[in-house]
């Protein structure tokens, strides 16, 4: 029987983390001579205060959702994907080689086709450290570690050596023919009354993130193959008893999560920088990790784990912008969070289940 | 609308007015931060510089992301800021979308020299001029017939470095080895001395005896190795002969602090167009001062300075890696 209601677990938790962050979030902004009151005023309305804040803060949030969701698949089937940083940056590739090379009529064929480039180079990507795992027993965490790095070095050869136009000097590919710009959400409100900010990156890739939690939610718990990465993850003897193949589990859950991955290529490289760039990953496969530790690897607290990350993002961005709070700090206040929501759980979770337990036994 | 919309959107008003009373100019660090040892941290002394002498102030902001390079930009630009000043080659791209919205700021843009837009600033430095001649200084200081070369990471602007420096090399002795390794494939090859420490005990075990690190804060790592070893090294970008005194034998200088200061004491003056500063400008050049005066001979001053007045004048030509996307003296 779980010892707290389910709302306690799904909102309480996390709550109390964030809290337990932003306190000391604030001692550590204070120690800096800065204004913590000001500081947080200043994240809110950068971020969550004008439709322009919010193109960003839904810029980064599509970013983490996807990388979010590709750790939370791999979650469920006990597997630690680490590699989302070269399965996107692989994906990457993917949407470049599409949109460049071949001529598409229309955004949506080329959004479609680009999707399917990104899928399949980020499930690629991960497909290797997944056979070696599922065959040879080659541990998971190490391996997509190490691809990162093979994934960041292909990506660099092929900039440098490959892709680069002629005459630039900057290690990116030429931007994409205007056919394949994606709409903006300040293009998709449009007609629908609703001025959105012009300059914000954010895209229709949300819609798209949006859809794949649905997809992933409808994947996990409600089809035969979503149940058997579940169970796989829970219990391995049990599920091999069960009649359900490690190897052909290992390797579909991580395909699905390097797609995931890969995915996200169409808001960065797609969406917003409309060409490939070498560092257009940025660390967003790491967050990701972050992300599905705080939404406890279920889509919809992949969501929210998402916005609140891009809020982070974007209020960040404003501080640089408009306060002297160095780089640095904003990367402690980021990390607090991570640490409270993720690394540091239990400290919260036990003396909550505590105190449950002990409400439970007055009430019995 | 609810109380709380109300709220905000008062408090971002107020911050978006706050913001356009100020008409400083600003400055925008590429992601390795204004404390990188090198290239950013060469405009943020040119900042400040400008700043202590005027007495005035100036608005910064340090990149995290690459999203962030466009919206920095119209962020200052809609704030007020003029001149923006900008760092490195990767402003390009947002700087060609951002520029001709606001064709009433004037953007100043160090390293690059490929855009058209009539306001903004390029400058463009010949680090080529610069390493050719720091190159002929090791070729001449080895006793070994090799001499290294730690880039950051594989780029063109790397290449462009490490190529003008096997020029040198080969120019004072044909039979030189050069030995070239790059720190790594993402950002952080930038700022990872531990990393630059074992690829100089690497170069050092195949022979060489000078270095020349063009890798940004990952070459403090490459002196100090350099100087524990007992062997030579080649600073970049600002003057680092101080840092290991009698054991970096020169820097190869790239003036960014002069351009920023120049920039900003022009303010809305500034004249735009395409600048490129090389040897004759005193854009580029090498080192000589207390600490490192024992290890250049006159034969070398003499050698380089010959070198440095004939590319000058125009009689001898580096090869430059940007013009044909290859070296001559260097497979990569």
Redesign the interface.
Known sequence: MDVMPKWAEVILVPLISLVLAAVLSAIVILAIGEDPVEAV??M???A???TY?WG?TL??ATNFLFTGLAVSVAFHAGLFNIGGEGQAMLGGLGVALACLFIPWPHWTLALLGASVAAALFGAAWAAIPAFLQAKRGSHIVITTIMFN?IG??V???VL?NLM?P???????TA?FPEVTHLPTLHDILLPLGISFSR?A?ANVTFVIALLACVLVWFLLWRTWLGYEIRSYGKSEPGAKYAGISPVVITMIAMLISGALAGLMAIN?VMG??E?L????V?GAGFIGIAVALMGRSHPFGVLLAAILFGFL?QG??EL???TSI??EL??VIQALVILFTGALDNMVRMPLERLFLMLRRREA | MTFMHKLLGGAAALALSAGAALAEPAVIFDLGGKFDKSFNEAAHNGAQRWAEETGQTYREIELQSEAQREQALRRFAEAGANPIITMGFAMADPLSTVAPDYPDTKFVAIDVTWLDAPNVRQIGFAEHEGSYLVGMMAGMASESGTVGFIGGMDIPLIRHFACGYAQGVKAVDPEATVVANMTGTTPAAWNDPVKGSELTKAQISQGADVIYAAAGGTGVGVLQTAADEDILSIGVDSNQNHLHPGKVLTSMLKRVDVAVYDALKAGTDLETGVFTFGLAEEGVGYALDDNNAPLVSDEMKAAVDAAREKIIAGDLEVASYYATDSCPALDF
């Open positions: 005023n200043l809110v309305t950068g969550l205060g004008s804040g960003y810029y980064y790095f960041a070095a990506l660099n050869y440098v680069r002629p005459g630039s000097m900057d290690p990116a931007r300059s990156p960065n917003e920088a060409r760039v070498l560092n257009a940025e993002y960040g961005a640089a912008l408009w160095p780089r904003i990367v």
